[in-house]
């Protein structure tokens, strides 16, 4: 039971101490009735669920910035069996641009220069890069030749596949969407036909809480009549006994 005020809110029940979050065995259950619960429209519980919201978060030793700490660390990549990718890695971790493949110095050809006109070495040279130029023509046009005949066919296949996969994923969306909804109906329907029997039960709860709260109040009331007139009896019992006693002992004296 808890107090803002003066006014008396009658919690379901005090907050623990410790919660002990660290294993599933102990894991705490939400009882949460959404669909007729209403106490948050309380404005009293309201400020008091925020407040203890609020006091939870800062007692918290986990914070947005650190959220990740418990984690372990990430394993460190050597890259050993794979020098290229490493060096790719490290490209990408210092935020460098990607290195552009110069295709055009690649595979341009020049003439040799005049004072190399009776070099075979330099012709020699000159012919591979000519020989490796009109290679690649070759393959552009094979490739262009390969996409003029077969590629319309291949990406209506491709979409085709996509449109297939498309449906199942919107079918099975459908599913779980359809069996949410169905959990939501059950829980709403049994949430509402136990209503009347959880706002009987409460309001029979409240009402045996304000019982026990006059009963202790009338019986504190009674504990300070009971006190008064214990004080009263004993002034009133002590001058009797002093006069009784007085006269016994004078009758004593007599005989």
């Known amino acids: ?100 493949i110069d295709f055009e110095s ?9 004072g190399k006109k009776n070099d075979d070495a330099a012709w020699k040279q000159y012919l591979h890069k000519t020989q490796r130029s009109l290679q690649q023509k070759k393959i552009e046009l094979e490739n262009l030749e390969m996409m003029s005949k077969q590629g319309p066919e291949i990406w209506r296949q491709n979409n085709h596949r996509l449109e297939v996969f498309l449906t199942r994923m919107q079918r099975l969306a459908q599913e779980q969407n359809e069996e949410i909804e169905k959990v939501n109906r059950e829980r709403k329907y049994h949430q509402q036909t136990t209503a009347y029997e959880l706002n009987a039960l409460s309001q029979e709860w409240r009402q045996l809480c304000v019982k026990n709260m006059e009963i202790q109040s009338a019986c504190a009331v009674l504990e300070t009549q009971i006190d008064s007139l214990k004080r009263e009896a004993s002034e009133t019992l002590f001058p009797f006994f002093f006069y009784e006693a007085a006269v016994l002992i004078a009758v004593l004296d007599i005989s």
């Not at 690649?106 to 005049?114: I, T, V």
Request: aromatic share 8%.
């Open 1 to 100: 039971m808890a107090t803002n005020n003066g006014d008396v809110l009658m919690l379901e029940a005090a907050p623990e101490a410790t919660k002990p979050w660290a294993s599933a065995a102990n894991a705490e259950v939400i009882d949460a009735l959404p669909y007729i619960d209403d106490d948050y429209g309380n404005p009293l519980i309201k400020a008091e669920v925020d407040r203890l919201v609020e006091e939870e978060m800062r007692r918290s030793s986990k914070k947005p910035a650190d959220f990740l700490k418990d984690l372990p660390p990430l394993p460190k990549f050597d890259f050993e069996n794979c020098p290229v990718l490493g060096k790719e890695y490290e490209r990408v971790r210092a935020g460098k641009p990607p290195v552009r």
């Open 106 to 114: 690649r595979y341009k050809h020049e003439l040799p220069p005049a």
